[in-house]
Every structure is written in structure tokens, then in C-alpha cells.
């Protein structure tokens, strides 16, 4: 594809609310007990319009979350659009928090909303800073809200689904634009059950090891090849 | 293969004894009031973007960001739009205005004959339909060197290949 032509929309203003919820010490049962419950409610979040981005580490350093350098944690950004009032976005958490507080009181939290004018500020502060050259076999699987409605089916498929020192990600991203969507020409070739889809599910292992050598990272680290770097340099 | 950013985690962008074929430069943002896709008789009143496929989304959204605009694009801003639109494209703007695939409305692809060809819903429109989310199953390749473009229609025995100046 050489060039595409799509639509642009007006930048809607956002609350941005960013959380985790980590246990404080690792290897717990309570833990997938918690996010069986929290990923439980992501449908009713997303029927409300909520999206954003979730990680699920397991004995995984998280940086910045309370419980230190390797945690059991679940992180969190989520943008609600076309409001510049935290308390909306809070109203939407605070049930599924007091529950968390209620029930697994050993939880330690952090919660803080923000409002931005538009979503690109907030592009900038919750990017996925990513730079391209990891190498990882990607596994997903698209939910829909049925499969989320037991919490404990969903602890015990989450358990399982999530490596040992490593993370996944429930991915709230279609919502009813993607299930109610109309593409120009009647249809398009996307995978038919993003169009009941409530949570985008993926984890992923790393085939790289050990590290590049140091001659190969300053290209991984740049967002800009120079045409002297040969693009097949990096080592398979 | 075809290399964009280069974030496919994979490693589909690159493969050993490949010719890779990097869009990267192929960058730039022209906006639209309305866009008349080409071959249509009509005109679809409402803003739109035009974008080479290497065109990162950081800079189409510090663009549109000037006119209070977006695009339904990702949350990283060195992914390019090619990958983005043609893998289907979720954002935290898909649950209002659905994923990047279902924002197409034209695109122009080069087939792995040789043929540049608009896609739009009035004309190649499998393609079209195909190309908005099928993703690695339908490679489309630019039209950089008419030395390379030889190369890919008619291949040569492999041991000329490493003779080819790009």
C-alpha cells in the first residue's frame, strides 16, 4: 500500500485515568482472584464507553508500581472521551474499586485522573514508547462480553493464560464504534468477531536471547534508520 | 518484504536472503474537506487525510492536531499507517468511531504484478475490501526502482541476485 486515504474526526477532549492494583508480595492466590473480578467488569466499563490499555504482570518488573521491582500487578490507562471531568471516569471505577477494597483489602492501589483537551496530549503521556525491533511471538484472543461474565472462570483463564515473570494484556479497543461500525463499501476484510468483541486478550514470549550487541542499539533506539543501516542488520 | 517501521513482532519485516523493501521515506499528510474518490460519480462530504503508507502517526497527529483533528491510529506514535490501517487498527478511538480499517477510503497499492492500482469501493473493490485488514496475506509492494520492480515480476535465478544494486 503506497498511499491510503481515511477519515479524520475532531479531536474530542478526554479524562484520562491511569491505576494499578498489585499485590505485595508475589505468587499469591488472591491476586488472579482480584483480576478475575476487575477484568470482569470490563465489559459494563466498555458499554460506557471507556478504552484503554491493560497489563497483567506476573513476578514481573512493573516500574512504577508500589510494590517494588518485581510485583504481581495489574496496570491500567484508559481514556473516556468527550468529558474533561475526572469524576466521570471515576464514577465508572469507583464500584469495581470498592469492591477490590471490600474484598482484598491487602491490595495496594493507585488511582489518578486527569483531564486533556484533546487526545493527542494524551497519546503523548500513556504511548506505548515501543520501539520497533522486539522480537516476540504475539498470542490474542478477541472476547466477547459473555466470556468475561464469570470472575472466576476469568482468574482461572487469566492464571493460566499469563506467563511466570512475564505479563498480558486485555486490550479494551473496539467498543460499540467497532461493534456498529458501517466501512465505506458495505464491509472490509477484519477479523468478522472484532464486531462483538469486548476485550482484545494477548500475551507474548520473547524469541531473542540473549541481548543484540551493543552495535545494534543505538539503530533499535532510534525512530529513524539512516540509509547506511542495512535493515536486515539486526540479528534473528 | 515489505518493511514499514518495522514493529511487526514476528519479525515479518525482514527475513534472511530476502530483498527488503523499506517505506519508511514514503512520508507526508494532505487533508481534505471532502474527498471524491477517483472513478466514483460522487464526493463524500467530510473531512479526510491522505497519507504515503510509511507516513509514522506521530506526525499525522502533530498535523491534524493543528485543526483540531484526528485519525482513529494507535497509541504508539512510531507505528506507520500502513501497518496500522492494513493489520485492522484499534485506538482508543475506536469505540466511537470503530477500528483504522473502517475509516479507508481509497487506497493506491502496488500488486506483486507490477500494477499500480486505486482501490476504492467503486473499483478494485476486493482489494479494497481485502486490503482493510487482511494484513501479511496480501502483500503490496512500493514502486520504488524499475530495476527492482523487474526483479519481483520475473525473479532471477538466485545467484545473479546478489549483483543488484539498490
Redesign the interface.
Known amino acids: 500500500m503506497t498511499s491510503v486515504t481515511v477519515f479524520t474526526h475532531p479531536s474530542p477532549p478526554l479524562t484520562g485515568i491511569t491505576l494499578a492494583l498489585a499485590a505485595p508480595t508475589v505468587g499469591t492466590d488472591w491476586y488472579w482472584d482480584m483480576v478475575g473480578y476487575v477484568l470482569s467488569q470490563y465489559p459494563g466499563l466498555d458499554e460506557a464507553g471507556l478504552a484503554g490499555y491493560t497489563y497483567v504482570w506476573s513476578n514481573s518488573s512493573v516500574p512504577g508500581t508500589p510494590a517494588g521491582p518485581a510485583a504481581d500487578a495489574l496496570v491500567a490507562q484508559f481514556a473516556l472521551l468527550d468529558t474533561t471531568d475526572p469524576d466521570d471516569v471515576l464514577a465508572l471505577w469507583a464500584p469495581i474499586l470498592a469492591h477490590v477494597n471490600a474484598t482484598w483489602p491487602q491490595t495496594l492501589q493507585t488511582v489518578d485522573a486527569r483531564a486533556y483537551r484533546s487526545v493527542y496530549p494524551w497519546i503523548l503521556t500513556a504511548a506505548d514508547g515501543l520501539y520497533p525491533g522486539s522480537d516476540a511471538w504475539v498470542g490474542s484472543h478477541l472476547l466477547d462480553a459473555p466470556s468475561l461474565a464469570d470472575p472466576e472462570a476469568v482468574a482461572r483463564a487469566w492464571r493460566r493464560f499469563t506467563p511466570q515473570n512475564h505479563g498480558g494484556a486485555a486490550f479494551m479497543v473496539a467498543g460499540n464504534g467497532t461493534r456498529n461500525a458501517r466501512p465505506r463499501g458495505g464491509g472490509n476484510a477484519i477479523n468478522p468477531s472484532w464486531r462483538r468483541t469486548s476485550i482484545d486478550a494477548s500475551t507474548f514470549s520473547s524469541f531473542l536471547a540473549p541481548p543484540p550487541p551493543p552495535l545494534f542499539l543505538p539503530a533499535l533506539t532510534l525512530d529513524v534508520l539512516s540509509a547506511d543501516h542495512h535493515p536486515c542488520l539486526y540479528p534473528v | 518484504m515489505v ?1 514499514s ?3 511487526d ?3 515479518r ?2 527475513a ?1 536472503g ?1 530483498i ?1 523493501l ?3 521515506y ?1 512520508q507526508g499528510v494532505e ?2 474537506e471532502s ?1 471524491r ?1 477517483t472513478g466514483c460519480n460522487f464526493t ?1 462530504d ?8 510509511g507516513t ?1 502517526m506521530g506526525l499525522l ?2 498535523t ?2 493543528a ?6 491510529g ?5 507505528v506507520s ?2 501497518g496500522h ?2 493489520g ?1 487498527g ?21 500488486t506483486p504484478q507490477g500494477d ?1 492500482v486505486i482501490a ?2 467503486c473499483q478494485n ?1 476486493d482489494l ?7 494484513r501479511r496475506r496480501l502483500p ?1 509492494i ?2 520504488q526502482s524499475p530495476a527492482l520492480m523487474w526483479l519481483l515480476i520475473t525473479p532471477p535465478p538466485l545467484e545473479t541476485l546478489t549483483n543488484v544494486e539498490m
Open positions: 518493511k517501521t518495522g514493529h513482532h514476528p519479525g519485516s525482514i534472511p530476502a527488503t523499506w517505506v519508511h514514503m487533508t481534505h474527498f474518490p463524500i467530510e473531512p479526510a487525510v491522505t497519507s504515503p503508507g509514522q497527529y502533530e491534524l492536531e485543526m483540531g483533528r484526528t485519525i482513529v494507535g497509541a504508539n506514535v512510531t499507517v500502513g490501517v492494513t485492522g484499534h485506538s482508543v478511538l475506536s469505540p466511537k468511531y470503530g477500528l483504522a480499517a473502517d475509516q479507508v477510503l481509497q487506497m493506491e497499492i502496488v499500480v476504492n469501493e473493490t479494497f475490501w481485502a486490503m482493510r485488514g487482511v503490496a512500493p514502486c
